[in-house]
């Protein structure tokens, strides 16, 4: 786990939950980007991906293990005492969704950056191919997800970086493919049953790594309540990594700057993005 302040006056905490496959070092442009804004900033690595751990990658026990952790970095943000967010991409989204319809979790706020409430039907059948056949192989075994480069972002730099990755997976275990979509079907059944947070859900148009319309479902369940969306059209997955990388933190920095003046810190005007 890993903090980074704000070298101006704080006025929130952000907890980020990263996405599945990947790890904290390709977080760096948003992580500068909420603390030129006034957050600090709370991040690990989730068990089973990064520098987490050296002999089960791709692999773990039980989707708890994902809530455990995200507890811990929660009770070390709420040390500063100050507004606290939590921020969730992909599978990060279906983590931090899951655990608060069980625990009631004291946020001024939850974004959702291409939740991963289901994966798209073009890699599902494969999927699901690949693990009804999987009889009594050990639990740890692996297989390729399939994720291409170009499916995550269509930026030809962050593409660059990612495919010359070292700690980016290829590889999960059937295992984690179960768990991870047991745990998706148990989400969307009880979305009625996490509290009424203010919300901002953003995903691209053009994902097919998650199945969007799980995602618009989950947003009309939630409609009535504080609830800012937006979908990004052409975008694909890691709409934070696109080209248009500079506008989807505009909006998410103005939803947290909105929550933190309601609840009544002063918000001096700041610019979002440093030129």
């Known amino acids: 786990m890993w903090k980074w302040e704000t070298e101006t006056e704080a006025k929130g905490v952000i907890v980020i939950i990263h996405n599945m496959l990947e790890h904290t070092g390709r ?13 600090h900033v709370i991040m690990g690595d989730l068990p089973g991906q990064g520098q987490s751990s050296r002999t089960k990658k791709g692999h773990f026990e039980s989707f708890d293990v994902y809530q455990e952790r995200v507890l811990e970095w929660m009770q070390i943000a709420e040390e500063y005492h ?30 959702l950056l291409s939740p991963l409430f ?24 692996k297989f390729e997800l399939g994720i291409d480069i170009e499916k995550l972002t269509s930026y030809p730099e962050v593409q660059e ?20 979509a047991q745990s998706m079907k148990k989400t969307m059944e009880h979305i009625d049953k996490m509290k009424t947070y203010p919300m901002c859900v953003m995903y691209g148009t053009e994902d097919t790594v998650s199945d969007v319309q799980m995602t618009q479902q989950f947003i009309h369940r939630r409609m009535g309540q504080e609830l800012y ?3 990004w059209t052409g975008l694909v997955h890691e709409i934070h990594n696109e080209p248009e ?31």
């Open 82 to 111: 100050l507004p606290t967010f939590i921020i969730g991409v992909g599978l990060g989204g279906l983590i931090a969704v899951n655990l608060l319809e069980k625990v009631d979790l004291s946020i001024e706020g939850l974004v």
């Open 245 to 275: 990388r500079e506008a989807v933190m505009r909006y998410v920095l103005s939803f947290l700057n909105n929550r933190i003046y309601t609840a009544g810190f002063v918000v001096e005007d700041q610019e979002t993005i440093d030129k």
């Open 161 to 180: 970086e990612t495919m010359n990755d070292a700690l980016m997976l290829k590889k999960v275990s059937y295992h984690w493919y179960k768990q991870v």
């Open 118 to 141: 289901a994966f798209h039907a073009s890699t599902q059948a494969r999927k699901h191919a690949l693990t009804s056949h999987v009889g009594d192989v050990s639990k740890s075994a």
């Open 229 to 231: 969306y937006k979908s």
């Open 27 to 39: 977080y760096a442009y948003v992580i500068t980007h909420l603390r030129r804004n006034g957050y």
